[in-house]
């Protein structure tokens, strides 16, 4: 087998390694297996307690993006007002990598899941941007930490 090379950094900690091919992938599996402890232990000096808590929301963001867009309405009760159902359509558009929306992209994703439509998405985004849940940005908007969290 030939010669293989791995540099890796996670948070402070580096680890570099050279050797044969199937022993640099054991250690590299063995790192990528500890990688949110490690992150945890030793994390970049300039990563605040707030970096590292939207390094848990990025984590549970592929835990919604594995849902469909029904059965994540359905699981936060967002069928009982159109404004909660406007916020968790775009917390779920979100967690699929979109971070900046428009009303089209709610209604849009909403009629491709063969979910009701929204009376107003317009009145919906203000009145989630009045409880702080969305922040406009243009002509296009964003969820906010809290409007997260209020699902």
Known sequence: ???????????????????????????????????EKLIHLAPEPSQSAGAVANHKLMANASSIASKT??????EKNAARSQVQKFLAT????HAKGQNRLQNSDVSKALKDAN???LGNPADCLNQNVKKGYCEKDGKQFFVTTEGKDSL
């Open 1 to 35: 087998m030939g010669e293989s090379k791995i540099e890796i950094k996670i948070g402070q900690i580096s680890f570099s390694g050279e050797g044969e091919q199937d022993w640099v992938a054991k250690q590299l599996d063995k790192i990528l297996g500890q990688a």
């Open 69 to 74: 867009l029904p059965a994540f309405l359905q």
């Open 90 to 93: 775009a917390v779920w558009l």
């Open 115 to 117: 979910q009701t439509r």
